[in-house]
DNA sequence: AGAGGTTATGCAACCTGTTGCATAACCTCT
DNA sequence: AGAGGTTATGCAACAGGTTGCATAACCTCT
């Protein structure tokens, strides 16, 4: 119920085709908000069936033409309505939490090994998030209106990766004991 | 792909019907994975057929009969390669993070309203998990073996919704500047 | 000319989960 | 006897998303 809505907010920003979009879903919308280039031509469809963008195929040279959707009017009136309507909670899925209940019945080896694993992956997202802060925001207390809501965003991005890696630690401490960080 | 091993690690911990199970979803396990009673029932009848667990139906007195699910041999056999296998990052989805970055383009004191909600919700979350590790958990560093995982688990739900609690903040400290959180 | 990569769009089959509805046994309260 | 609530199981239709495949224009490298 919300990808229409992430779309619509990335081509208000700018204009663009479903690969575009899906480039972009890639890089920066889509660590927030994930969708497959399949998805995003699907969901373009059902926008453009309901008036919400307009497409023109746009010839290139030395590559095969694309299809620019713009969003409409009607587009962006849905989209104002959409942020006055209270969001609805997400449901948690942890599969995490699911094997760590599922531990005196498991392989213990093999979980601690998936821990480190999520562990170097939040470090790794952390790192690009930390990055992307100090290239785009170099100054946080300086945002402008405009910037403010990729600012939090990437807060919000940082605060959950950097929660991520805490809690791999409490688990490996408790799993492989105070020595148990080597490696 | 993991409802099933959910239920599989409840049913283990103790044998029970679609109902019982609905239920403890609705109350613990089901924090860090939902679940409604049909998807349940719909599940625990796949479940039966792929042989990891059978049923019994069991008559009541006062009540109707009901369905009493068992892990199988098999059933455990594969939660057990399940825990060895890695597990799938599950995708970020933030609708939250998606109305940020509609900021200028919506309605910025709903978005502020739902802000406000969203922390409410996430300190009645936090206050049920300290009440319960209070409760269940008095000392943590005594926590038996089998305890652990469902120590480790509450733990990373407090440390999810105090996170969640301080993006909020930071979030309302910018958008209604220092003096915005009276009330 | 052919192989392999990038840009570009899309369909079909499938899986998971949600929403809404139906059924039924049994209880308590009026 | 009837209304309303709890316990209990399940189906059908739909929505959202994934996986796998197909197509095609165009580029560069061999």
Redesign the interface.
Known sequence: M?LE??I??SL?EKSASGYDLARRFDAS?G????ASHQQIYKVLGRMEGAGWVTSELVAQDGRPDKKVYVVTAAG?DE??A??????????????????????????EA??V??VR??RR?HEQQLAYYLDSAARYYPRPDDVT??E???W??L???I??E??GI??CD??LQ??TGPAGDER
């Open positions: 919300a809505h992430a619509l907010v208000a919308i660590h927030f908000w994930k962006r989209l104002a959409w942020t006055s309507r209270p969001s609805t909670v997400e449901p948690t899925r942890s599969e995490m939490a699911v094997k760590l209940r599922a531990l005196p019945l498991g392989d093999a979980i090994d998936d694993a999520r992956a209106r405009d403010l809501g990729g939090l965003v807060r919000g991005g605060l959950a950097q929660t805490a809690w409490e688990i408790r799993l």
